[in-house]
């Protein structure tokens, strides 16, 4: 649960950096300074961001801080920010225009480490270091100590400009550097290998006190004006991919260019599409609807684009024109539902009262064989569903099983059935407006958007029941109300706990296993597209759940999956499901859908939005870590007629009957 700033790691701060041999370095006369104050006391500021989920949803409790550049210095990105050297300054955010300002006053004796950057062979005293970054608060306190405890460097918004393409390395932007006395030195370029703090920096003398440094300028420029203006910057890889001004033509090149490029499973056998049969399949109905000035046949391009992907994380966003077409393809239906069984039959699993199917005598627990004359094997198959793509082969085949009673208003279909001790029998069914049985199937069933992200509660079992609804809220929140549920339930000296994470689509990982384990956990290795080498390569270190300082212990625990939890609920589950002793119980694993999507976000014309996630997650032996495989279980409800037509939740039945020691 970490301090990062939870884009995955495409907002956390940054990693280490492999550095080439050193040129000798260049000594230089002493900068010119423009003293316009005695002493700096204060950094004011601005920044605008393009994605608002961060400063939007994930915190609530915003703030700056002056961040010590240790960590870069030595490019340890495991180097834990002190407490003592930290000073925070008040931050305002404008939500409507992602724009923000701060004020931070600088402390009269800072507490940073020292640094010896002047390259003159000997052991100096050295400089202390800062920027300034945006440092919300995601647990305890509002410093950056215990659970929250930051490491490394900042990368997003931060007075510092940094290359993730290059290991996070600083290329401009600018620093804070207060020097003991006027007998240090500090860089005045970035010397020959283009990297800062290395041997062969060119370097001149420093005053004493506070300074401010431009690394932008070239050499680099030196103020101590008392009071500082300091940009923070929104990385550029986090950036939206704005291409709304552009023809619908120009916008999907655009987009497709760097899709084929950055991709995350580029590579991947059963998960890259052939870029050249799509291309030459998509471009000319983008081309014709520029040509007819028509949207919506943009929209449905652009959809069959990403319907060509088997990605849970590929998604467009397509407004009005989406909602209508949606709305219009599935307003209709037949007034019943079907599930398909382990071994292969398919029966309704609900009948819709007074409806067209219940008008025909169709039961619930019948069996389905045929669908407008074809197996209902085949007709599921051959279904359009309005829920892809998909990245395991069993959430496609659920999501086809539901759509295929779903029609526009008036369609016909006939339907081959055989009641429970009945004869097989053929009717013909009309749809009609109903969304009954299609909500019996929803994975999201009795889903409540405005509950809290965490919810708990002793069932009369005795065992303690946690909802971990959302990852995409009030970290803090969440953080403060999972921790909240485990307090309670050891002061009541419970049986065990049932940590239910079915319904959670994702938002971000906060590694809450580390409330239930001294372990670390260790996660999969990030890697993104690199333009430097043509492949992908690693970004940072493995992920990794550290142990939180606040443990809780319970003698049986059970975690709850299935396939809505997705992207960022399946990190935060397999992190539960690594804890020791720990039982993953449900029908179906997680939905394997595991990828970085920060960097993959486009606004196209129209008002258009897409998604393409561009970092994947690997294991040591470069085999994907959870995409297209999902959280494992340890015990399977199987689906057959006795599951499928309870009036119970049976996974969570199963989950209380683990507890009880049933």
């Known amino acids: 649960m970490k301090r990062f700033l939870p884009i995955l790691a495409a907002l956390a701060f940054a990693t280490s950096a492999c550095l080439p041999p050193a040129s000798p370095p260049t000594q230089l006369p002493a900068l010119a300074v423009t003293p316009l104050a005695d002493q700096p006391y204060q950094v004011t500021g601005t920044f605008q961001v393009s994605n608002g989920f961060v400063v939007g ?4 409790e915003h703030a700056v801080a002056l961040t010590d550049m240790h960590g870069f210095v030595t490019r340890d990105e495991e180097w834990e920010l002190p407490v003592h050297s930290q000073a ?27 640094n010896d950057v002047d390259n003159n062979g000997k052991t100096d005293k050295g400089v202390q270091i800062f920027a300034v970054a945006y440092s919300p608060n995601l647990a305890g306190g509002p410093f950056a100590a ?49 990297l800062l703090f290395t041997d062969d ?108 992907f088997k990605d849970g994380h590929v998604g467009l966003g397509g407004g009005d024109i989406q909602v209508g077409l949606f709305s219009r393809a599935t307003e209709g239906g037949y007034g019943f539902a079907i599930r398909e069984l382990d071994n292969g039959r398919v029966i309704v699993s609900y009948v819709t009262a007074g409806g067209s199917a219940a008008g025909a005598g169709i039961q619930v627990g019948a069996q389905v064989t045929e669908f407008n004359g074809l197996p209902i094997s085949a007709a ?78 002793i069932l009369p079992s005795g065992a303690g029941y946690v909802k971990i609804r959302s990852n995409y809220d009030d970290l803090n929140l969440i953080v403060r109300l999972f921790e909240r549920a485990l307090k309670t339930f050891e002061a009541a000296e419970l049986k065990g706990i049932i940590i239910d994470m079915r319904q959670n689509s ?21 890697q993104y597209f690199s333009e430097a080498t043509g492949k992908f390569e690693n970004e940072g270190q493995p992920d990794k759940i550290l142990p939180n300082e606040n443990q809780y212990r319970f003698d049986k625990m059970v975690l709850l999956v299935g396939p809505a939890c997705a992207s960022a609920c399946e990190l935060e589950a397999y992190g539960f499901s690594q804890v020791p002793g720990m039982i993953v119980v449900g029908q179906f694993p997680s939905s394997g859908t595991e990828a970085e999507v920060a960097r ?32 494992p279980l340890t015990v399977r409800i199987p689906i057959d007629e006795t599951t499928v037509l309870s009036a119970e939740d049976v996974v969570l039945s199963a989950a209380v009957a683990i507890i009880s020691g049933q």
């Not at 000319?284 to 391009?301: C, T």
């Open 57 to 60: 949803t994930y915190f609530v």
């Open 88 to 114: 925070l300054g008040y931050t305002e955010i404008d939500i409507e225009s992602l724009t923000g300002q701060y004020d931070l006053n600088l402390p009269v004796q800072p507490e940073g480490e020292f």
């Open 146 to 194: 215990g659970d929250d405890r930051s490491r490394g460097w900042p990368s997003y918004l931060a007075s510092v400009i940094t290359d993730p393409e290059n290991d996070d390395e600083v290329t401009g932007g600018k620093l804070i550097v207060w020097a003991p006395d006027d007998a240090q030195a500090f860089p005045t370029g970035f010397g020959a290998d283009g």
């Open 201 to 308: 920096d060119p370097t001149a003398g420093i005053p004493s006190g506070y300074s401010f440094v431009n690394l932008s300028a070239d050499p680099f420029e030196v103020t101590r004006e008392a009071s500082a203006n300091f940009t923070l910057f929104e990385p550029q890889d986090v950036a939206l991919k704005d291409f709304s001004d552009l023809s619908y033509t120009d916008a999907f090149d655009r987009m497709f260019e760097i899709v084929r490029k950055e991709y995350a499973f580029n590579g991947i056998e059963g998960k890259s599409p052939n870029w050249d049969a799509l291309y030459a399949k998509i471009r000319p109905r983008v081309e014709q609807a520029e040509k007819d000035r028509d949207a919506q046949a943009y929209y449905l391009a652009l959809r069959d684009f990403t319907w060509a």
């Open 380 to 457: 599921i198959d051959a279904a359009e569903s309005w829920a892809s793509p998909q990245s395991m082969e069993s959430s496609v085949h659920y999501q086809k099983a539901r759509y295929l009673t779903r029609a526009p208003l008036g369609t016909t279909a006939s339907v081959t059935f055989t009641n429970p001790g009945g004869e097989p029998q053929t009717v013909t069914l009309t749809a009609y407006a109903e969304r009954e049985s299609f909500a019996s199937s929803s994975l999201f069933l009795g889903y409540n958007p405005s509950g809290l992200p965490v919810e708990y509660s």
């Open 506 to 526: 994702g938002g971000a990982p906060l590694g809450l296993a580390g409330f239930l384990t001294q372990n670390e956990i260790p996660l999969g290795q990030l």
């Open 600 to 631: 993959g976000q486009f606004i196209l014309p129209d008002g258009f939005s897409l998604q393409i996630p561009t970092g994947r997650f690997v294991l040591p032996d470069g085999g994907l870590f959870l995409e297209g495989q999902g959280v």
